[in-house]
C-alpha cells in the first residue's frame, strides 16, 4: 500500500482538495470540481487517480454516484498546510544541529513537534514543490556558516530519503539516534557529511546507518 510521498502530485494534490472540501462542506466533491481545483480538463484523468487513491488505501468509492467517496486517511498526516494569498503556513518541526550531531529523540521522523506551530513561508522560496512536503527547522550551530546558515536560523525543507552529492540535507544517523544538517556526499560504502565550516571536520558514516529525512529548499536569516 502507497504513502503520501510515493503518491504523484496530482493525486496528492486531488486528496488535499477532497480533504479541504469535506471540512468546509461536509460533502466530497465532484469529479468535475476536482478537475477544475487541480487543473485537469479530463474528467476520465480525474477518475483515472481517484481509481489510484483507493488502491492505495486513502479513499473509498461508490459507484455510480457524483460524490460517492470516502475519505479514510489525511492528506497531510494532520498536519494541516494553509495557503494565504503569497504565504504558506508550514510546520516547524523544531531544531536540528548544524554542528556534531546531538541526541534528538521523538515520532518516526526523529524530531519532536507541536502541530499547531506553523510559520509564514514566502511562496517563492518553496517553489514548484508540493507544499504538504515542506517543513521548517531552526538550526542550532555554526558548521554551515559558509553556506551563509547561522546559528539561530530557519532553514526550509523538502521532505525526500534521497539526494544527490552537494546537497544540503537533514539527516538521522541510525545507530547514534542523532540528527545532523550538512551536504551529503556518496563515496560507495560510506556517506560523508560535509560542514560548510573549515574549522570543522567531516562526519563519515556507513551507507546503511545514514537516512535523509529532507534536502533545504531556502534559507530564513534571523536578524539580531
Known sequence: MLELEQLSDRQRAILRF?????????????IREMGKACGIDST???????????????????????????LLKKALSE????ITNNVYSVPMVGKIVASEPVPHPGDDFGYYYDKEDLIPVPRSLIGSTNPSDVY???????????AMINDGDIVILKRQVVAQNGEMVAVWLTERNETTLKCFFDEGTKVRLQPANPTMLPIYVDKDKVQIQ???LAVMRTVN
Open 136 to 146: 521548517a527547522l531552526t538550526v542550532s550551530g555554526q558548521s554551515m556558516i559558509d
Open 214 to 216: 529532507g534536502r533545504v
Open 79 to 82: 498536519i494541516q498546510i494553509a
Open 18 to 30: 477532497i480533504e479541504t472540501e469535506l471540512d468546509k462542506t461536509g460533502f466530497p466533491p465532484t
Open 44 to 70: 476520465s484523468v480525474v477518475n483515472y487517480n481517484l481509481n489510484k487513491l483507493a488502491d492505495a488505501g486513502f479513499i473509498t468509492r461508490t459507484p455510480d454516484k457524483s460524490r460517492g467517496i470516502k
